[in-house]
């Protein structure tokens, strides 16, 4: 089958190494804005020099690619180089790590619908996967948002996302990018886990029927969910294992088998929870899928709080993020504990 000169075996093949090797996904695709706001919270000037600075801190850590299988970049990244000119697009390369981009062009107002967003970016989509797959990328995301109060999460906001994450998906996979689709229903709120359940089951039945009606390979795509969890300001703050068992519960209802790996995305849990969490589902899931992590804010914050733009904080920043990364390695076999955080 030809998908622009891109066989559906070196999709799947992708997909594969994606999530099938025992490591996830380090999402540091923050468009500038996000990661400007995040430098500002800690005093860091918001230039791209020190977006630089941050990406390569992150992309040069010490044995970062026994953990991470792919990383995804934003635009500004993916053409960046390391201080000595090295690309960092051939910097994970050369760590075993697999390039990807952001191409959704971010979540705007949706009309009609107060509160509410539609993800955009599927204009002149097809021209830009074609640049970056040249550039070196071979899988991109696109970030859904869907938020679960009880007067949102309409059928209008579902509908209009699931069916541009289809038309997104499978432009990728025309292009020879293996698409991370990402449907997210968002912590923020007051909502409790059976609400967020609720919403994340049509959400994801939402998007597979859309996914299917776009002849979407799902062998050939990755899922990035959220986990199903209590808002953040729900009084009830469900245990580890009643999250687990809630979130594979969902999944395995709405998603089909065929689907290559779910990676999770963090959403603003604390970085020990989001491993917690991920440790529980692998330690009793029968799940059809690898269950494996592509979390931003849970693998870079520690790691951001110390650096603070400090060139004397590099080492030790590394060391923080590398230190996440072997705790959701050891999540993917059910071997995390608390005990592995420090004091
Ligand atoms: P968080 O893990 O910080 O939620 O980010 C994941 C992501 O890629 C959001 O699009």
Known sequence: MGRGGVTASALQETAQRLVGQGRGLLAMDESNGTCNKRFAALGIPQTEAARRDWRELILTTPGLGEG?????????TIRQTAADGTPFV???EAAGIIPGIKVDRGAKALAGRPGETIT???????????????????????????SPAEDQASRGCIEANAHALARYAALCQEAGLVPVVEPEVLMTGAHTLERCRAVT???????????WTQGVMLEGMILKPNMVLPGLDCPIQDAVDVVAFATVQCLVRAVPAAVAGVAFLSGGQTP???????NA????????????FSFARALQQPA?????????????AQEALAHRVGCNRAALRGDYSLAMERA
């Open 68 to 76: 991470i299988s792919g990383a995804i970049l934003y635009d500004e």
């Open 90 to 92: 051939r910097v994970l």
């Open 120 to 146: 955009e970016g599927l204009d002149g989509l097809r021209d830009r996967l074609r640049g970056y797959y040249d550039l070196g990328a071979r899988f991109a995301k696109w970030r859904a948002v869907i």
């Open 201 to 211: 089951e049509e959400t994801l039945h939402g998007v597979f029927r859309q996914l």
């Open 272 to 278: 020990a929870l989001a491993s917690a969490r991920l």
């Open 281 to 292: 589902m692998n330690a009793v899931s029968r799940a059809p899928w690898p269950l494996v």
């Open 304 to 316: 951001l709080d110390i650096w603070q733009g400090n060139a004397s904080r590099v080492g030790a």
